[in-house]
């Protein structure tokens, strides 16, 4: 079960995960109040624990401008969050990176999941509004997805059995209001977040035994 923390900023949460080793952080360089520049990108990379992989969040960007970010940043993975096409996601593919789909369940609405990617992400009606998926409402991928919108600690082991999930997206769920009055990402929210997916991991493995 993939692990991602997304809207890395600082250099605490940094540390934090090089800690706790989630398979993938997120830098996100799309308008959000985790938006990070490109320099401040660099320098949290460089001192990320190499096995964790780095992702780069974009939307609706020039497609030059995310070439640009994924060679100076060296981003192992390239998440595209806006209405980035099969034409523009072909003009990625020299890039020899991962590329990743995001795309909000609404009420109603039919999902495309026929996107040339590697992964496909589904994300809650209102991505960063902590609402999650309702899976109740018709929503059922017939291909392997990452689950986003409205997971933390307590509610991700619900999520983990679901068909065709492969991994989980975490951002607002694993923050805390610091001393300054912003959210930031809280070391022990992220622990148990991590623990109980591997935990969860585990527990299935077992029980193929």
């Known amino acids: ?49 190499k096995n964790i992989k780095v992702v780069g969040v974009f939307k609706d960007l020039p497609i ?35 590329i990743w789909k995001a795309v909000s369940v609404k009420k109603g609405e039919r999902i495309n999941e026929h996107y040339n990617v590697d992964k496909m992400i589904f994300d809650g009606p209102q991505p960063g509004s902590g609402k999650v998926i309702n899976f109740d409402e018709g929503f059922n991928p017939s291909k392997e997805f990452i689950i986003s919108g409205g997971l933390n600690p307590d509610n991700v082991v619900g999520f983990l059995a679901i068909s065709n999930v492969i991994g989980v997206d975490v951002s607002s769920g694993v923050e805390e209001l610091n001393k300054e009055g912003y959210f930031k990402k809280d070391y022990f929210k992220l622990k148990k977040f991590i623990e109980r997916v591997r935990s969860y991991e585990k527990s299935k493995y077992k029980g193929k035994i």
């Open 1 to 49: 079960m993939l692990i991602k923390i997304c809207g890395i900023t600082e250099e605490s949460e940094v540390e934090y995960l090089n800690e706790l080793t989630p398979d993938y952080i997120g830098f996100v360089f799309a308008e959000s109040k985790r938006k990070v520049t490109i320099e401040k990108a660099i320098r949290l990379k460089d001192i990320l624990n």
């Open 64 to 98: 030059e401008e995310v070439i640009l970010v994924s060679k100076v940043v060296g981003l192992d993975v390239i998440q595209l969050h806006g209405k980035e096409d099969n034409d523009y996601i072909i003009r990625l593919n020299g890039l020899n990176r991962e």
